[in-house]
């Protein structure tokens, strides 16, 4: 069986991906599993897991799924606003205000 491109795909080392015979698995890092057993009999250890690179998008949820964080960025949005409303030069737009509102509703429903 020819075994190629092995790679871990969880940060513990339970699972890695590789090509057996042309076609990619997703393999259990466990004893008794035939695919795991035939990789430790060839002497072959899958590369390093390597995690995935974000995008800014992803990234961005990630901050906001963190109640902490999201909280921190609603105060310092709130900040803007005061001296967006302070500033008559400035337009605010009836979008933009609504957004605000609507942010500032769902922080002050979070416990």
């Known amino acids: 069986m020819l075994i190629e491109n092995a790679i871990f795909t969880q940060p513990d080392h339970s699972v890695f991906s590789a090509d057996y015979d042309g076609q990619n698995l997703s393999v259990p890092a466990s004893e008794g599993n035939m695919h795991y057993d035939e990789l430790l ?3 072959i250890t899958p590369a390093d897991y390597v995690p995935p690179v974000l995008s ?3 990234q961005i949820a990630a901050l906001l799924a963190d109640t902490e964080t999201s909280a921190l960025l609603a105060r310092k949005l709130e ?21 605000a509102t609507d942010r500032q509703t769902k922080r002050d429903s979070v416990p």
């Not at 803007?80 to 008559?88: G, R, T």
């Open 79 to 99: 900040d803007v606003i005061q001296v967006l409303d302070a500033s008559p030069d400035i337009a605010m737009t009836q979008e933009s205000k609504d957004w």
């Open 56 to 58: 800014r998008g992803e």
């Open 41 to 43: 009999r060839q002497g």
